[in-house]
């Protein structure tokens, strides 16, 4: 099966820069859907204002994420990465796809680097709808504010459903929730993400080693919280010949406290599409050498939202009339980049869940187990 040659391997930042479309999402139209559409073919990565709230009626409930609630969960996922005992940090290790995840467990992108990404992570999956119970044991920094973290994730699906409708809207597809049903019944995770400064005896090679590998994600659609002053994210280029730096905020934009949320299109939306909506291959880099001379590289924070449809969905086309046009062209063409990519053909195959523990299988290696 071929593969994706990528420019420049892990040799740090570059030096290009590019501004997303940027979109205030809280009203929904059907001009709105289709710039979206417009932005994540081109792109695959888009930002949406981090509080988009109209002050002329927009929907706070479908939109409502405000600077107070992502700083606090910033703060509750600081709090457990900096502060949690190594014992309570190895209680709640991986698992089924929840938990744990030390520095170089996982590898994003192991044809690429020969040990895992220079990162900690922590995967939490939304409570179990029936019961209201997590799914996995809860850290002593998250029990102490479960209210919040069950808020946020309830917002962030509201925000999810909204774009899956724009999304609709932007394809043409009659019924512009069919999209929003094949996600229902499915359990988003959060990811708490902490790259940790690099000691002066760090024995980071800048030549082969990286904070996040270079990947396209699983899913359908992911929201990326991130921190000002913290940057590091690069996406390949439309051309596939240059790496760019996602800036942590746009030019004028009216904050310089709370960066909007970029959003960004998974393998399966782009499966779905025909390959109309991109799957863009990205990275976190380290944007400075490890500590020299007393000076940081400095910790990065960021919280990934990774929207995925349900377990038992069968992938088959969406139904719209610029998907169906794609169709016979996209047949063969591999989808994704990292550990446990397919073809086309190979996913057409699968359901949704199948093709999720393909690809963890792959990132974790015998650290993965599937939940029976």
Not at 331 to 343: Q, Y
Request: charged share 25%; aromatic share 8%.
């Amino acid at each position: 099966m071929p593969s994706v040659t990528l420019p420049n391997g892990a040799d740090g930042a570059s030096d290009e820069s590019v501004d997303l479309p940027l979109f205030d999402i809280s009203q929904e139209t059907p001009e709105l859907g289709r710039a979206i559409v417009k932005a994540a073919a081109k792109w695959g990565f888009l930002w949406i204002a981090g509080s988009p709230v109209a002050d002329d009626g927009g929907d706070k409930s479908a939109c409502d994420l405000n600077e107070e609630v992502v700083d606090h969960i910033f703060d509750i996922s600081r709090s457990f990465f900096k502060d949690a005992p190594e014992g309570e940090k190895e209680r709640c290790r991986i698992k089924h796809n929840r938990g744990f995840i030390g520095i170089h467990v996982e590898n994003l992108d192991p044809k690429q680097h020969s040990r895992g990404d220079f990162k900690q992570a922590f995967n939490l999956a939304d409570p179990d709808p029936t019961t209201g119970q997590w799914r996995q044991p809860i850290p002593t920094a998250f029990q102490k504010h479960d209210a919040a973290l069950r808020d946020f994730h309830a917002r962030c699906r509201s925000i999810t459903t909204r774009i899956l409708r724009l999304i609709a809207l932007g394809l043409s597809i009659e019924d512009v929730n069919w999209l929003v049903r094949s996600h229902e019944g499915a359990s988003s995770s959060t990811r708490f993400l902490y790259y940790p400064t690099l000691p002066p005896d760090s024995d980071y090679n800048p030549e082969a080693d990286i904070r996040a590998g270079a990947h396209s994600d699983y899913g359908s659609i992911t929201l990326l919280f991130t921190r000002p002053d913290q940057p590091g994210l690069e996406i390949l280029t439309p051309d596939g010949k240059s790496w760019a730096s996602v800036p942590v905020f746009p030019e004028n934009y009216h904050s310089k406290t709370f960066p909007p949320v970029v959003v960004n299109i998974g393998d399966l939306l782009s499966y779905w599409t025909s390959g109309l909506l991109r799957s863009t291959v990205h990275r976190v880099v380290l944007t400075a050498p490890p500590v020299q001379d007393g000076e940081s590289n400095a910790d990065r924070f960021s919280i990934a939202v990774f929207v995925q449809p349900d377990d038992d969905t069968v992938l088959t086309p969406i139904p719209s009339p610029l998907v169906e046009e794609r169709a016979a062209s996209f047949k063969g063409k591999i989808v994704g980049h990292g550990g446990g990519v397919m073809d086309a053909e190979a996913l057409s195959t699968l359901t949704a869940g199948q093709h999720l523990s393909s690809r963890l299988r792959a990132t974790y290696g015998d650290v993965y187990t599937e939940e029976k």
